[in-house]
């Protein structure tokens, strides 16, 4: 199982993963360290593990962000698809009617 090294404020970690991953996992380590420090630079009393908990929950809450946009989303086009359905039942039922009428 590869492992991969994360140096984050001069943190050694080693993190494994499985094989052909490491290249996702180097881009989500950098982008975990480019938020951490950020936060270092806004938050400068923070300790590593208040600035590591931050940047996680951050992370937490965009995701939560996207999946409630994605919600809101799929309800749309399943409402879309919805009315497009009455919209085609009620213009066939008019056409009967309307033929029927004429008859």
Do not use: R, W
Not at 16 to 30: A, I, P, R, T, W
Not at 72 to 98: F, R
């Amino acid at each position: 199982m590869p492992t991969v090294e994360a140096i984050i404020k001069n943190n050694i970690h080693y993190i494994s993963c499985n094989d052909g991953e490491e290249d996702s996992l180097n881009q989500l380590v950098q982008k975990f360290k480019a938020k951490v420090d950020e936060l270092a630079s806004a938050l400068p009393n923070a300790d590593d593990k208040t600035l590591y908990l931050v940047a996680g929950l951050m992370f937490l809450d965009k995701l939560e962000e996207q999946s409630t946009e994605n919600t809101d989303e799929q309800a749309t086009m399943q409402m879309t698809s919805t009315m497009d359905k009455v919209t085609a039942t009620v213009e066939s039922l008019v056409a009967k009617l309307t033929k029927s009428s004429i008859v």
